[in-house]
DNA sequence: GCCTCAAATGTAAGCGTTTACATTTTTCAT
DNA sequence: ATGAAAAATGTAAACGCTTACATTTGAGGC
């Protein structure tokens, strides 16, 4: 059965020289080897059902014994097509964006594309530099998270025919392909549950809602809520900060040194939640006793730490995926794949419960 | 001073309808633009100072007229560079890979290279087919994780001439640029204080060793303490078990249900020490009056589970930092850069005290 | 066997850069 | 002014692949 492999020459006799040679092999090498044309062993590699079964055998036995690889520059530069999916988040740091990336690239990965990753540090103009840096290195397809940046940069995308992802907010009203949630719905439905068991004065830590659309959907979310109740707007309390348990910690403080504070702080974040427990944990205050307090996304903090907090929980691994399925199919030029609304259910813990009565 | 740019004439003025043609610009159309050769364009973006002062204004004048971005495909084809840099790393669901990945990008960024990402879920056999799919790729250069590696792989990246350096580890001994800390000792140090404290019997949970050198390390660390406490090795109990909060839990509750239960637990990473932490809550146990729980690295989770947890501080931003600029270094050309060992410092919070006298 | 048509393969022209090398222009000592 | 050397620019050949189109091969009906 092995006798005919031995007909197979590999490399050219009149050129011994070359055998061995540090370069990686090329199309050119394995189609000598194989004895066809480098368009057959393309063929071969990329469509394989338009070659004869024996010429693929022989071909990818050469592939196999030269070793070799194809050329990804070569290639994109020959296909206009780089298999490459860029993804732009505001920061790796955060947890809920480290999980949804995790996913969205293994996704990546069984079809064969790479992931290619920048962030923005939730900055606009940075987000922007990204995207146009993301373009020119080539990215097929593009992951953002959110929907506001400038229209201008949209433009420059359609032009460019970059198909684009917007993950983490849903919105139909809004013309881009889409997985995620309603953030102010989820965040008003959470205040509703706040309102519910009584509280009428609230707090609010939020993250910079300037270029964060998903910061500021859940603070209207809590403004919905309120508006439904009839309490007047400027009874929220609201405290802007960056991103960290410390944030949480400064914001929370500040919120409870006036006279007449809220009873119930709604956090725009797990992380700031578990910033505020923490303070009012070393200020004495007992949770949910003394204070409410409730966080966003259900991080696994949110489990552990002192108190159960009460959040809302986000399918950030199913956004992930969804998001380069989405992203594949366009790509493939199939049917245009639809937008899709996750769940983000409450999860009712351990931080809200009842104001003391005064 | 406008005048002499009303001498530039963009396009050609026979071929008018090229003009507004929605394939982006490239070089030629610059160099047409400008009225010089592509050679020129080409050295203006990548070397300057080989072009007089006037083509150069001239020619950045059509660039920006063009809006001319150059094709990163061809550019990597022509000049067997890719800018681009390969990171394999087991999960960026792991906050401690989350956060060094981010300093690395970041300090990549300034450099103006991109960040390639793929993910082995702790499998060898994964981690290989990544290094390969990401030379494949044309990464420049790859950052790993710790050393343990079949050495056919090694071997094949030094053929490819693709620099590589390892993270997370650090050995003098191995022949691999790196960065990092030494696990063993580290790990060492904090048993040392466990024994100190008056523990004899401990108890380790751990992620799986196989393909996982840190994690050995560090459980060699334990026995290296009890050996030079003269303790006999089989009296460390261990749990081998995956990385996650409930698995800690889990392995906290398998190590306890014994007679004659370990009084301290020294875990492998914070994760799996917060998940102790829980189970022991649930279990009414009092940490560390009934038991002395330790972890390892410092994440975030550690500073505000219901205990400050009593851990080692993992310096990892500085790492994905460095790692980053020795890598830029080493493509450079310039003097190979050196490893560098950072220090990992314990931090003594509150889970650690002497036993239960019996 | 012959002819037609489809399937398989080959040929060669790109794809958009970079970069030796060749050529032209400038500088400057004479 | 002149010529040599240096600086600036141009020419054109890669880089390794894909793919439209041309050619060859083979199958099947007659």
Redesign the interface.
Known sequence: MDSHAAHIHYGHMHEPQDINT?A?PTLADVAAAAGVSTATVSRCLNNPELVTEKTLERVLAAVDHLGY??????R??ASRR?N?IGAIIP???N?IF??G??AF??EL?KNGC??????SSYKQDLEEEQI???T???ADALLLIGYHRDPGIYAFLE??RIPVLVAWAYDPAKPYLCVGFRNRDAMKRLAEKVLEAGHRKLGCITAETAANDRARERVDGIRDAMAAADLAPDTLEIVETTYS?ESGDQAFRQLMQDTDTPTAIMCGND?LA?GA??AAADMGLRVPEDVSITGFDNI??A????QPLTTVHVPHRRMGQYAAQALMKVLSGGDVPASLELPADLCMRATLAPPRKP
Do not use: C, H, Y
């Open positions: 540090d990686p690889s194809p050329n990804f520059s070569a994109a530069l780089t490459m920061t790796m740091d947890a480290a999980r990336l995790q690239q293994e990965q790479t992931l290619l990753v920048a962030s146009k840096a993301l020119a290195r080539g032009k460019r348990i992380v578990v427990l923490r696994e903090l489990s552990v730490s002192p």
